[in-house]
C-alpha cells in the first residue's frame, strides 16, 4: 500500500480526553481509538472517522 492510500490520521493536535464523555475535544476519538489507529486497516480508520465525525455533531449540531 502507498503512503497516499493511507487514511492519516484525524489529530488536529488538542489532546485532551474529556473525562465525562470519554472521547478526545480535539478529534472525538475514544482513547483506544487513538492507540491504535495506527494497526487499524483504512476500513477500520473510516468507521472510526464516521463515529467521530457523528459524535462531534451531536456534541455542537449539525
Not at 503512503?3 to 488536529?12: E, F, G, L, R
Not at 482513547?31 to 486497516?41: N, P, V, Y
Request: negative net charge; contains cysteine.
Amino acid at each position: 500500500m502507498s503512503d497516499q492510500s493511507v487514511i492519516p490520521s484525524p489529530c488536529i493536535g488538542v489532546c485532551s480526553i474529556d473525562n465525562s464523555s470519554g472521547f478526545c475535544e480535539g478529534c472525538y476519538r475514544t482513547l483506544e481509538e487513538i492507540q491504535q489507529w495506527w494497526d487499524m486497516d483504512n476500513n477500520t480508520k473510516s468507521e472510526v472517522i464516521k463515529q467521530a465525525s457523528a459524535r462531534e455533531a451531536a456534541v455542537f449540531g449539525d
